[in-house]
């Protein structure tokens, strides 16, 4: 069995997974799911993902129902029924083992605390071609201007990356994703993103990850992680068309390509990259692949 036959399995396993998540999950749904047997099955997910078919799963439940206990006033025996746990009290035991909290402390003061992020296993295999399909489709590129107002940054940042794929080699990149994406007062989503010279502190990477926070957040900022002000400023936000999850790359690329052809000064704006951090969003394929770079006015 190849690798591209391994990686469509295991894809149709999460799909299958993602979507059944508040229900009961057997070894036997998981193998019609995937076309293969139970013990094939299993075998490829685990060689795959890291994980059991089942670790995985129970990792996304307690995600999940962190999340819930972050965001909505529920009660904990209702969150442990509805992700699939027999009682209150191993729902307890097991979200304190995954987050080193107990549900009830969890949902009252909401720390930061390390999610399981949970992506498509083809975003774990490079795109090696870029087809015409693709090309052709990104032809297309919205582009606008938004403000941002003074803020914070809590940020994680690496060695001497200055990418993602470097930075993945610097730290745990995923556990760093995790504990961002639980930070309740973030204005927007996690990003990674690319320091200015200003921001980056000697003997640490230009690349890192972070999330916006209000200028008044006065929770746990978590351990090895930096926070730091930002000024108001402008982003020119930059989205391409949908692509295929597995081309993730490749739009990246092609979108990146033209970013740097792009001439701001067309429309009255300067690149201003001491301003802010340029960062990239989670690549998701429904959306199209977006980049934010600083720019400021031209003053006439």
């Keep these: 069995m190849d690798n591209k036959a391994k990686v469509e399995a295991v894809q149709k396993m999460q799909n299958f997974i993602n979507e059944n998540i508040t229900n ?10 995937s076309g293969y047997s139970p013990w094939y099955s299993a075998k490829i997910f685990k060689e795959l993902i890291g994980k059991s078919p089942f670790d995985y799963i129970r990792n996304i439940r307690l995600t999940k129902a962190a999340i819930k206990l972050r965001d909505e006033n529920v009660k904990i025996v209702d969150v442990a029924l509805d992700f699939v746990f027999d009682s ?3 729902f307890t035991r097991a979200f304190s083992k995954q987050f080193g909290i107990n549900p009830k402390k969890y949902s009252k003061e909401t720390p930061p605390v390390k999610l399981f992020m ?8 490079k795109t090696l071609e870029k087809g015409e399909d693709i090309v052709e489709k990104q032809n297309t590129i919205f582009v606008q201007v938004i403000e941002r107002p003074a803020r914070k940054l809590i940020l ?7 990418n993602y794929f470097e930075y993945c080699e610097d730290i745990d990149c995923e556990s760093a994703w995790g504990i961002l994406s639980s930070i309740k007062e973030a204005l927007y989503e996690p990003m990674g993103m690319w320091l200015p010279e200003n921001m980056i502190k000697e003997g640490t990477s230009s690349y890192a990850q972070g999330v916006e926070v209000p200028l008044d957040y006065n929770n746990e900022v978590p351990e090895g992680f930096d926070i730091i002000e930002l000024k108001p400023c402008k982003i020119m936000i930059f989205q ?5 999850d597995e081309e ?12 740097k052809s792009y001439d701001p000064k067309i429309y009255g704006f ?3 990259n001491e ?17 934010g770079r600083p720019v400021r006015t031209i003053k006439k």
């Design 118 to 125: 949970s992506y498509p296993i083809s975003h774990y295999y």
């Design 88 to 90: 209150h009290e191993g």
């Design 24 to 33: 009961p999950i057997t070894l036997s749904m998981l193998s019609k799911a």
């Design 270 to 272: 300067e690149w201003a």
């Design 240 to 244: 391409g068309e949908p692509y295929d």
């Design 156 to 162: 994680k940042r690496g060695k001497t990356a200055k």
């Design 248 to 259: 993730f790359l490749t739009a990246i690329d092609l979108l990146q390509d033209k970013i």
């Design 275 to 291: 301003d802010a951090p340029r960062f990239q969003l989670e690549p998701w394929g429904y959306r199209g692949y977006i980049e």
